[in-house]
């Protein structure tokens, strides 16, 4: 998995927290005896097994999970309509073999959802994947915004429409369609973002990130 937030939303959605963790942060996987980066829980074992891996890692109970693979956010943006956003600097990235082409301007942009992938996926420049996650914040902030823009609002029937193909997921629709109607009534001042804290690995041939556990 690319990405992975650990999300607290209050009731009525008065006030939403939202928690990077790194996909390299070093962890033991539900059930294995060894250390691996915590993204891998997803390959092994889906959606379930990355809940367990991190409610045993972080010691929390973890209520819902909600995954959607990167042809979901594709296409979620496009029923969306965009997704306007301020891209920070020029990026600019080709992968053949993985046929993903990235290149987005610096400046304000509604972006498609094929650019939005291009967006949360770059990672090549001197920040690697902590940059990345920075951008992946500032998508979730977007995407709150967008779900409370009016001419959004009548488009939401269709992408619930939409998800079931592209998400994993123990929320039924009637859950996806409350959550999603809570997003007008956040104030997206009072979302409060931050990042598991740690540093890159220095040593050995696999990078890791070292979570801190006093902080």
Not at 94 to 119: R, V
Request: net charge positive; proline share 5%.
């Amino acid at each position: 998995s690319d990405t992975m937030l650990l999300i607290s939303i209050a009731p009525y959605g008065k006030n939403v927290n939202v928690i990077s963790i790194p996909r390299d942060s070093k962890v033991y996987i539900a059930g294995k005896n060894k250390p691996d980066k915590i993204n891998h829980a997803f390959a092994f074992g889906g959606a379930r097994l990355a809940v367990r891996t991190v409610e045993e890692a972080f010691g929390i109970k973890i209520n819902h999970y909600f995954a959607i693979s990167n042809a979901g956010v594709i296409k979620m943006i496009d029923v969306l309509g965009g997704l306007p956003i301020y891209i920070e600097k020029n990026m600019q990235y080709d992968d053949y073999a993985g046929k993903l082409h990235i290149n987005l301007k610096q400046g304000e942009h509604i972006l498609s959802g094929k650019e939005t992938e291009g967006y949360l996926r770059f990672r090549h420049d001197s920040y690697g994947d902590i940059g990345r996650i920075r951008r992946q914040q500032w998508f979730f902030n977007a995407l709150i915004a967008r779900l409370k823009d009016p001419t959004v609002i009548v488009k939401l029937p269709e992408l619930l429409k939409t998800l079931p193909e592209y998400i994993q997921t123990d929320l039924s629709g009637y859950d996806i369609a409350k959550f999603l109607g809570l997003a007008k009534g956040i104030d997206s001042s009072l979302i409060q973002i931050a990042t598991i804290p740690g540093s890159p690995s220095t040593k050995g041939l696999i990078s890791y990130w070292i979570i801190d556990p006093a902080k």
